[in-house]
């Protein structure tokens, strides 16, 4: 995840500012996260996209295990 760098002010413009400031940093995350998860380019729904990332670091959990139990029969 992308840190954005904040933005400091005071009143109603800066309750404006705040929100404009996470939407652009939503935006570059869910832009981020489409670029490294695969099959995610084309995914435009967030929590669509939000579900395959789930999904993929699920399968990647699993892969590890599986290697790890794998090193340990082999005694690597």
Known sequence: MVKC???KQHGRR?????QKFRET???RNLTIL???IP?????EE????????IQH???LKSKVTLLRKLADVCGV
Do not use: F, H, P, T
């Open 39 to 43: 099959g995610c380019e084309e995914v």
């Open 25 to 27: 940093c939503m935006r």
């Open 57 to 59: 670091l699920m399968l």
């Open 5 to 7: 760098k904040k933005i």
């Open 46 to 53: 967030e929590e669509a996209l939000i579900l395959k990332s």
């Open 14 to 18: 800066e309750r404006k500012e705040k």
């Open 34 to 36: 489409r670029r490294i």
